[in-house]
């Protein structure tokens, strides 16, 4: 077994000397340490100490729904006053969310970025999709609302 160089714990800012009392080894008092230093974590096992307890804190999945920084190929064929409303009505929506398990992401220079984040990949690629395709679908309605003229009346294409 490679051995690490040793480290005194005090040395390590995150790590805190501890008494253990093993329950599982009739209750015997050990001395430990206790880190979320991966390194000291990783120097005390390559010295033989024996992992106790370990916790773990795992940040979900994201997903990026729109981004104005780096439009997607299936938005290539929207205009940019169509890119525009569609970031605008994706932003109204996510902003609306009241999910438990789905978030919109939050922070410094996202501006231009609407993301979410959940406990599930599959869940957040299932959602995004769904509110893309009602996205462009209101993109496609108000667009054919538009392009309808109002046609003269009766009177005005007949004049007598």
């Known amino acids: 077994m490679k051995h690490a160089p040793h480290l005194t714990f005090s040395e390590s ?6 008494t253990i009392i093993s329950e599982h080894h009739a209750w015997r008092t050990l001395s430990g340490v206790q880190t979320n230093d991966y390194y000291a974590y990783r120097n005390a096992l390559l010295n033989g100490c024996h992992l106790q307890k370990a916790r773990f804190e795992l940040r979900h999945p994201e997903v990026m729904i729109y981004d104005l920084s780096n439009i997607e190929p299936d938005f290539d064929y929207l205009s940019d006053d ?3 409303n569609t970031w605008k009505y994706l932003n109204l929506r996510i ?5 438990i398990e789905l978030r919109k992401i939050k922070g410094d220079g996202l501006s231009p970025e609407i993301a979410i ?4 990949k599959p ?11 009602e996205a462009l679908s209101h993109i496609s309605h108000n667009k054919q609302s538009s392009s309808i003229k109002p046609t003269a009346s009766y009177s005005e294409n007949f004049h007598t």
């Open 13 to 18: 800012l995150n790590s805190t000397l501890v």
């Open 123 to 133: 869940l957040l690629l299932d959602y995004k999709k769904s509110l893309i395709r």
């Open 117 to 120: 984040s959940g406990p599930s």
């Open 82 to 84: 169509e890119i525009i």
């Open 95 to 99: 902003s609306k969310l009241n999910s």
